[in-house]
């Protein structure tokens, strides 16, 4: 997931190519019984296409703090299946920092939205945002999406805007601001999967800081 700008780099070195977001919570630790569904095994969780749309699916609201928003530079393509993907892509971009500014390594919207590596990642994403008693703040923009799908599996790339994103730290109620850099934009490339319910989870999420690609 590789946002937000330094906390999560540092945390993440090791995982960098996959989804890059981690947190380890000095409250309470997450035990075998609370990991994300899919995530021990390390790989895609692969299910039919569902018979009914995905309307019908019990979607976990999605609320964040005030201070931190999104904008999704994206047109709808007319296609019903590839912008499916693009809307629940956006909401599982949402459930992350919903997660980090709830201090919930294993939260339900992750379950929801994520699977395999990519619920794995996630997950440790949140829990190092948690051992540091901060959160995300400010402005993030996602831009150039390309997405292809059938009925059961997508990929889709797309760019993100970190140059108005911070950590912020609660204790001492202080932003980490910097200046923008070649390396606040970040190229991501997302495999997706349909599941039962009709979701498109995330699977895998590769990411390339200062990819020359997303450079405004």
């Given at each position: 997931?590789?946002?937000?700008?330094r906390?999560?780099?540092?945390?993440?070195?090791?995982?960098?190519?996959?989804?890059?977001?981690s947190?380890?919570?000095?409250?309470?630790?997450?035990?075998?019984?609370?990991?994300?569904?899919?995530?021990?095994?390390?790989?895609?969780?692969?299910?039919?296409?569902?018979?009914?749309?995905?309307?019908?699916?019990?979607?976990?609201?999605?609320?964040?703090?005030?201070?931190?928003?999104?904008?999704?530079?994206?047109?709808?393509?007319?296609?019903?299946?590839?912008?499916?993907?693009?809307a629940?892509?956006?909401?599982?971009?949402?459930?992350?920092?919903?997660?980090?500014?709830?201090?919930?390594?294993?939260?339900?919207?992750?379950?929801?939205?994520y699977?395999?590596?990519?619920?794995?990642?996630?997950?440790?994403?949140?829990?190092?945002y948690?051992?540091?008693?901060?959160?995300?703040?400010?402005a993030?923009r996602?831009?150039?999406?390309?997405?292809?799908?059938?009925?059961?599996?997508?990929?889709?790339?797309?760019?993100?805007?970190?140059?108005?994103?911070?950590?912020?730290?609660?204790?001492?109620?202080?932003?980490?601001?910097?200046?923008?850099?070649?390396?606040?934009?970040?190229?991501?490339?997302?495999?997706?999967?349909?599941?039962?319910?009709?979701?498109?989870v995330?699977?895998?999420?590769?990411?390339?800081?200062?990819?020359?690609?997303c450079?405004?």
């Amino acid at each position: 997931m590789n946002r937000p700008l330094r906390l999560a780099t540092a945390a993440l070195t090791a995982s960098a190519a996959l989804l890059l977001t981690s947190c380890g919570s000095d409250e309470k630790s997450s035990g075998s019984d609370d990991k994300i569904a899919g995530a021990e095994q390390g790989g895609e969780k692969k299910s039919p296409p569902p018979s009914e749309p995905a309307q019908g699916a019990d979607r976990p609201e999605i609320k964040l703090p005030s201070d931190v928003t999104f904008t999704f530079s994206w047109a709808k393509t007319g296609d019903k299946t590839k912008d499916a993907v693009l809307a629940d892509r956006e909401q599982a971009i949402k459930a992350i920092d919903m997660a980090i500014a709830e201090k919930a390594p294993t939260h339900k919207a992750l379950r929801f939205y994520y699977e395999g590596d990519a619920a794995a990642n996630a997950q440790k994403y949140i829990q190092a945002y948690v051992k540091a008693d901060a959160r995300t703040t400010g402005a993030y923009r996602y831009y150039d999406a390309t997405v292809t799908a059938d009925s059961g599996t997508a990929a889709l790339t797309y760019c993100e805007d970190q140059s108005k994103a911070y950590d912020k730290y609660l204790k001492k109620d202080k932003v980490d601001k910097g200046p923008a850099t070649k390396n606040s934009y970040v190229l991501y490339a997302a495999k997706l999967s349909r599941n039962d319910a009709g979701v498109w989870v995330t699977t895998q999420l590769n990411a390339t800081r200062g990819s020359d690609k997303c450079q405004p």
